[in-house]
């Protein structure tokens, strides 16, 4: 079979030489692949002038639908992907993370896309910032996609979620895609695309997907692309010095291989359930993929009294693993993705044991696979690891991971900087004290740290599991890059803009009101509108309202609030205060009383408050009333047998007789839409 590009809204087959992959398991030929021919330049141009206007053309929320309607279609399908997957060595939990996995994270991006993103094109980011005396001239940060499209070049291990997890900030962004997949499970990241493609959810020239060599890819790269990179730190840092990158400014974001490691707290003791878990996890990131993970644990940190416990234990659980064909029930590892990779990790392997003792070696032959790419996993121990380079420079990609003894927590952390930058580290313990000082200790050499106990560990994903909610990176050899991080993912594919203007022309601009723009009014009540019929800026006005001494006394005996500055004069006299003062959730009640319209209306529910700031004290005598404000507008999906509706968020000001605002917040409202389509 003859895998195939698809690029400008065609599959296109390459020419040429064809480079072969082969079954891990058996050797048994799978596929060619092959990019000759293909116009690299042309696919590019066409992302940039029919994917990014499409996208474009999409608010935050429709992106968002999209996603959440081709995670539905994949799922549906999910089970065609499986056998391919074992085609790549990967056993069935294996596979289970990468397909499964992969599409949950278009589901929890299409989600927090919907959640925390505004139904627009432009994102206003951030509060405004007043930069004048009199609040006509303010500023704004937003954020607009870029102009160009982002490349992909995913590493070969996860050829499913490397590809997804990428897409889905991508894509919420609102730029297209060219992925380039690793030629070694190119076959299984092709099934994929076909499938997506088939779909017909994506907009036109969203997605286009080069199998083969990158050819001149980079050349044609602009100021307006983005190109990420996931895999060895040599290629990474080959791409990320070539001209063209560095003359066009071209965005570039690394996720390197690195020397992770793990740290047994001091506190724990062999009988604990910290030292089971540990052990349990040390095996799992040893064999999971057969070792082929970028976050797997390759340094292992134990406390010097108990090392011989530790790797004792951690030898008889390896023991217990059973290695070969994935597609087979019970076997709990497989091979590595390509026989090529044999060859490398031995060299690595042989390389370790000049500067560390062998203390496991699996003795399975293979004799059933001799063409396949079976790997044994190897436990070394490292006793002098302060001494010894080899071990914080080396990274044996395969089931291959090295104990050392530390004699202090703080000596623990020395270790673990060893490292020079790692994508994850993880602690195992359940003294607090001794995970912050970890935290302090290794923070800044990490881009996550799992901490890990009895009373987190049911619910815990471990220490090799990127989550879509947080960053997936870290510092030095790990890259220096970041990707999915939930929203903050989408940085990567956006421009941040400083806006300077008039807050009338920002709110315009943003579709969100900004402090000082105009605002209108009408006469009839904003809580008697629909949802349609509301305009950004729309203002209500309220009557006033005198505090009086029984307002406090009776919101008192309500709440069950006797706080003293609110009942006790003489203690109040001597406070900031320098008098009573009346409560601030009164002062929020009585400013509801003051804007709520009490007839029934298209209004159906309080959805929330958010922001609120108390920023004058309200004493008895003083008067005050509320300007309500419709701040922004979305509309929600309408779920079968549900009424239409959409949330208007409303900036309320409350404010006393000397025109100083005394509160200020934000309330949210589902409001009926009068189309019920």
Not at 181 to 186: E, G, I, L, R
Request: with cysteine.
């Amino acid at each position: 079979m003859k895998l195939k590009s698809f690029a400008k809204g065609e599959w296109f087959e390459g020419t040429g030489s064809f480079q072969k992959l082969h079954n891990p398991i058996n050797g048994e030929l799978i596929a060619e692949t092959s990019s000759e021919g293909l116009d690299i330049k042309g696919l590019l141009e066409y992302a940039r002038n029919v994917g990014s206007p499409n996208l474009r053309e999409m608010t935050f929320h429709e992106r968002g639908r999209m996603l959440k309607s081709l995670a539905q279609y994949l799922m549906a399908r999910k089970d065609e992907f499986y056998p391919l997957s074992f085609q790549t060595g990967a056993t069935k939990i294996d596979s289970w993370v990468d397909i499964e996995g992969g599409i949950s994270t278009l589901f929890t991006y299409a989600s927090k896309g919907r959640r925390e993103l505004p139904d627009e094109k432009i994102w206003a980011e951030g509060n405004m910032e007043p930069l004048s005396k009199n609040g006509t001239f303010v500023g704004q940060h937003v954020c607009v996609p870029l102009h160009g499209a982002a490349v992909h070049i995913n590493a070969y291990n996860f050829p499913i979620w490397g590809m997804l997890e990428k897409l889905c900030p991508t894509f919420i962004a609102g730029m297209p895609v060219v992925v380039k997949p690793a030629p070694v499970s190119s076959h299984l990241a092709e099934k994929m695309v076909r499938v997506i493609i088939e779909s017909k959810i994506l907009p036109e020239g969203s997605l286009q997907l080069i199998c083969g060599e990158p050819r001149d890819l980079l050349d044609h790269l602009t100021s307006q692309d983005v190109l990420t990179f996931t895999g060895s730190a040599e290629t990474g840092r080959k791409l990320k010095s070539h001209p063209n990158i560095i003359n066009n400014s071209v965005r570039f974001n690394m996720e390197a291989d690195s020397l992770n490691c793990t740290i047994l707290g001091e506190d724990v003791k062999v009988d604990d359930d910290e030292f089971k878990l540990f052990v349990k996890e040390v095996v799992n990131e040893m064999t999971s993929k057969a070792g082929q993970k970028c976050t797997a644990i390759r340094r292992t940190l134990v406390p010097q009294n108990i090392l011989d416990e530790a790797v004792n234990a951690i030898k008889a659980r390896l023991e217990k693993i059973n290695i070969g064909d994935p597609s087979n029930e019970g076997i709990r590892m497989g091979a590595l993705a390509d026989k090529r990779y044999l060859e490398l990790v031995n060299e690595k392997v042989e390389m370790l044991k000049n500067s560390a003792d062998v203390v496991y070696e699996g003795k399975s032959n293979f004799e059933e696979f001799k063409d396949g790419a079976f790997f044994n996993p190897v436990l070394l121990q490292c006793n002098n690891p302060h001494e010894t380079k080899t071990v914080h420079d080396i990274e044996a990609f395969g089931p291959v991971n090295t104990v050392m003894p530390y004699k202090s927590l703080d000596d623990a952390v020395e270790i673990a900087k060893l490292g020079q930058g790692s994508l994850v580290a993880s602690l195992f313990t359940r003294d607090n004290e001794i995970a912050k000082k970890t935290v302090e200790g290794i923070g800044a050499y990490h881009g996550r740290i799992a901490i890990i106990n009895r009373d987190c560990a049911k619910e815990s994903t471990g220490h090799g599991s990127p989550l879509p909610h947080l960053t997936h990176g870290g510092p030095g050899r790990a890259g220096g890059g970041e990707e999915m991080g939930g929203i903050r993912g989408i940085f990567k594919y956006m421009q941040r803009v400083a806006l300077q203007g008039h807050p009338t022309t920002l709110t315009k601009v943003c579709n969100e009101f900004i402090v000082g723009a105009d605002q209108s009014s009408d006469k009839v009540h904003p809580f008697q509108k629909y949802f349609e019929e509301l305009e950004i800026g729309e203002t209500l006005i309220t009557h006033r309202r005198t505090v009086t001494e029984a307002d406090i006394v009776n919101f008192a005996g309500i709440s069950g609030d006797y706080f003293y500055a609110h009942m006790d004069d003489i203690a109040a006299k001597e406070s900031m205060f320098e008098k009573r003062v009346a409560h601030g959730y009164f002062v929020l009640s009585a400013a509801a009383g003051l804007f709520v319209h009490p007839a029934p209306g298209p209004v159906l529910a309080n959805y929330g408050l958010e922001g609120l700031r108390f920023t004058q004290p309200v004493y008895v005598g003083d008067t005050f009333y509320a300007k309500l404000t419709c701040k922004r507008k979305t509309e929600k999906e309408k779920r079968e047998d549900e009424v239409a509706q959409g949330v208007v968020e409303w900036y309320v000001e409350v404010v006393n007789q000397e025109e100083e605002v005394v509160a200020v917040y934000t309330i949210l409202t589902l409001v009926k839409r009068k189309d019920q389509n």
